[in-house]
């Protein structure tokens, strides 16, 4: 009998996996490198302790929010309001009470369900469940879900917030409902005047003119914010005070009406209208790219050549003027805040049938090599924002596929910012996160594009939507190309480090048709059983799905590093894990049960291991005999 030699265990969750493909692999760290450095506007991350503190200074508590108060202390609080009225900001704010120390407020998703988080709550944990956005048959559906988790927040004394939309609430059990608090939209230009404080802006209430209150009336919470930002950038020009700063401001949100609508009365002519398009669309680029863009909007529209030479017409420059822009140091600037936003959002609607033609002006635009990374990174913003806003999700996907499949990794982070910014849209990002779904499901995925899905799911979608993130991970560890099934294994093992994002992980990995051994190998070491009960919970889980394979002969050596530390490690709980796995099932016990005799069979100091597993199995099985009690001999 030979001497126990264990396996190798890879453990070290950062730590690479892959072998071969390494230069394509590569070239995913070359994307995630860039993606890294280039932050996308407009993207949810987790609200930490920093992002608290922020919010919390500019807080201002709307009417009912004292009533709050004392039910959220309870562990559990419903939050009802209308859309707009500033809801979810309250209802974090009741999950970290002033002078609590808190590390972060995890959202957690309700897409998929509610049910993995449920035996993860620990004490102190401050959970926050949005349900406004469900339908009747969406919230009845998960509202089981909600009361089992209120159940564990309840008793592990952590703290819970629902935040729910004004006409649900009749939707609610008694339970939950008792726990109801109304909240009404805080008084905008008190919020607004609370940001511009905090940012040593000073203006009273008494100086702000009737009509700026009404657009602040009508503003949304998120205008609101943009309002504070816009009167701060303002102030930066150093010029007039707090209240005109505050009137640019509330023009640029309301998006310049009056003047748009003048502007395109004096220019009734195309090739302006096309300059206009351009400079709005790459503000703040070159003159030299604006024109450049202007020509290629005219030849995709197919305009009628210009009778008169280029010689005998304006310049450029003189036309710029013509439309309200200004040259600056060779780049094409609108002098007034939002105002290239508000025209270019104004000609996107004017021209409504022609959004295909414009969309692809765009998209070629941006990926001309004549451009510099930030005209790039412009015009592909302007043009998500334009997708986005009018909701156009098979534009913007297409848009996504065409960049992300281009050789040049500056392109690829424009479809990766236009990804990562319509999964987290509030009327895009469903169909957005399908569609990633969809796409890693697709054995023929080109790779480039595969490894974009990598970054926005390993970046963004992991701080959202968690458990969606890890399947769209999963799904293209089955990639036939090793650069992107090594590369999504990568990145599963390296979310791994982070204790829930581990269990998450070996919950979905326990969910599918059939477990990967190599994922398996790291993911379920036994160096990874950590006492942690959940942990042990999802260890089990993925045994479960091991065992259920027939031939035990192509995944018994996934047992033997478990068996060895067992027997020579000092750890015979493991066997515990491996005895839950096989359950009350006799096939799967069976199956167990071969494998560890035969191992043991091999192994001086083996048996020992077989007879307590033995013993966990019959504990399982409700049995005392299931087996031959004839001892099993050491030659065998």
């Not at 640029?252 to 004096?266: F, Q």
């Not at 018994?556 to 020579?568: D, G, N």
């Amino acid at each position: 009998m030979s001497t126990p030699t264990n396996r190798t265990e890879i453990a070290d969750v950062a730590g690479p996996v892959h072998t071969g493909s390494g230069d394509q692999i590569h070239h995913y760290y070359q994307l995630l490198g860039q993606v890294r450095e280039d932050p996308v506007p407009a993207t949810r991350r987790p609200v930490t302790a920093d992002d608290l503190h922020w919010l919390r200074s500019r807080f201002e508590p709307p009417p009912g929010f004292d009533r709050a108060v004392p039910v959220a202390d309870g562990g559990l609080v419903v939050v009802s309001g209308r859309a707009g009225s500033g809801r979810e900001t309250a209802a974090r704010m009741l999950l970290c009470p002033e002078g609590d120390v808190v590390r972060e407020i995890q959202e957690v998703e309700t897409e998929a369900g509610i049910d993995v988080p449920l035996g993860d709550v620990e004490t102190g944990d401050r959970l926050l469940v949005n349900f406004s956005a469900l339908h009747r048959w969406e919230f009845s559906a998960r509202e089981g879900e909600l009361r089992s988790l209120a159940d564990a927040v309840v008793r592990n004394r952590a703290r819970l917030a629902l935040v729910i939309g004004r006409e649900q609430e009749d939707w609610l059990h008694d339970d939950l409902r008792r726990r109801v608090v109304r909240l009404e939209r805080p008084d905008a230009l008190r919020v607004v005047l609370k940001h511009l404080a905090q940012a040593g802006i000073q203006l009273r209430a008494e100086q702000v003119d009737g009509p700026l209150r009404e657009v602040l009336e009508g503003a949304s919470m998120s205008e609101l914010m943009r309002v504070g930002q816009l009167v701060v950038e303002e102030s930066e020009q150093d010029q007039g005070g707090p209240r005109v700063w505050l009137a640019a401001a509330v023009e640029a949100i309301r998006g310049y009406p009056g003047e748009l609508e003048r502007l395109l009365e004096k220019q009734p002519e195309g090739r302006q209208r096309a300059l206009l398009l351009a400079a709005a669309a790459m503000a703040e680029a070159r003159i030299d790219a604006v024109a450049s863009a202007e020509r290629r909007l005219l030849e995709l529209v197919e305009f009628p050549a210009a009778e008169q030479h280029w010689l005998e017409s304006d310049g450029v420059v003189a036309r710029l003027g013509r439309i309200g822009a200004e040259v600056d140091d060779r780049r094409v600037v609108f002098a007034r805040i939002g105002y290239a936003e508000a025209v270019l959002g104004r000609l996107w609607d004017e021209y409504a049938g022609l959004h295909q033609d414009l969309g692809r002006w765009l998209s070629e635009v941006a990926v001309s090599p004549d451009l510099t990374g930030t005209e790039r990174g412009l015009i592909g913003d302007r043009l998500g924002d334009q997708l986005l806003r009018s909701h156009d999700v098979r534009a913007l996907l297409a848009t996504a596929r065409a960049w992300a499949t281009q050789p040049r990794n500056e392109v690829r982070v424009l479809a990766y910012r236009l990804l990562a910014r319509a999964v987290v849209d509030r009327h895009c990002g469903r169909e957005a996160r399908k569609q990633l779904r969809e796409w890693a499901l697709d054995p023929s995925l080109p790779a480039r594009l595969a490894h974009v899905v990598l970054a926005v799911c390993e970046q963004v979608l992991v701080h959202t939507q968690p458990d969606m993130a890890v399947v769209r991970l999963r799904l293209l560890t089955l990639h036939p190309a090793p650069a992107v099934s090594a590369t999504a294994r990568e990145v599963l093992i390296r979310l791994a480090s982070d204790g829930r994002m581990y269990r998450r992980i070996l919950a979905v990995l326990a969910r599918t048709n059939k477990i990967d051994h190599d994922l398996f190998a790291v993911l379920c070491a036994p160096g990874r059983a950590d006492g942690n009960r959940w942990t042990h919970a999802r260890l089990s889980d993925c045994w479960r799905a091991i065992l259920d394979e027939r031939d035990a002969r192509g995944w018994s050596h996934l047992a033997e590093p478990w068996l060895a530390e067992a027997a020579f490690g000092g750890r015979p709980e493991l066997l515990d894990i491996l005895t839950a796995a096989a359950g009350a099932d006799p096939v799967r016990a069976s199956r167990l049960f071969v494998v560890v005799r035969e191992w043991a069979s091999r192994h001086e100091g083996g048996m020992p291991v077989l007879t307590r597993l033995r013993r966990g199995l019959d504990e399982q099985q409700g049995v005392t005999d299931l087996w031959d009690d004839e001892p099993i001999s050491e030659a065998k």
